[in-house]
């Protein structure tokens, strides 16, 4: 399975962008879909997921401006961005978690990140 993560580029505050994460193939058994972000030298840290029954849940700094969403018949993830800040500026990565039913652990596939700049 690979993950292409899309979208990405410079944009002044205020505007919006909308990143897209692909999947090279159908994911079975996925228990939650994520968004992170890594800002220059900062960790990387989660942004908003979706759960298999389609509950959604937000940071607190992109409550009301982000919505992440799924398609899953084109198996892609999506993170629509409003409002967007310059704090927002950070490399973005889509991350799909998995487990087998039974399974001891669960296996996450990681996109390559696409990089968002909020700048004037």
């Known amino acids: 399975v690979q993950l292409q993560a899309s979208g990405g580029g410079l944009v002044q505050p205020g505007g919006s962008l909308k990143l897209a994460c692909a999947s090279s193939e159908f994911i079975a058994d996925i228990v939650v879909e994520s968004w992170f972000r890594q800002a220059p030298g900062a960790p990387r840290k989660l942004v908003a997921y979706?759960?298999?029954?389609?509950?959604?849940v937000y940071d607190d700094s992109v409550k009301g401006r982000f919505t992440i969403s799924r398609d899953a018949a084109k198996n892609t993830l999506y993170l629509q961005m409003n409002s967007l800040k310059p704090e927002d500026t950070a490399v973005y990565y889509c991350?799909?978690?998995?487990?087998?039913?039974?399974?001891?652990?669960?296996?996450?596939?990681w996109g390559q990140g696409t990089l968002v700049t909020v700048s004037s």
């Open positions: 991350n799909v978690e998995t487990k087998r039913p039974g399974a001891p652990v669960s296996t996450n596939y």
């Open positions: 979706i759960t298999k029954s389609g509950i959604t």
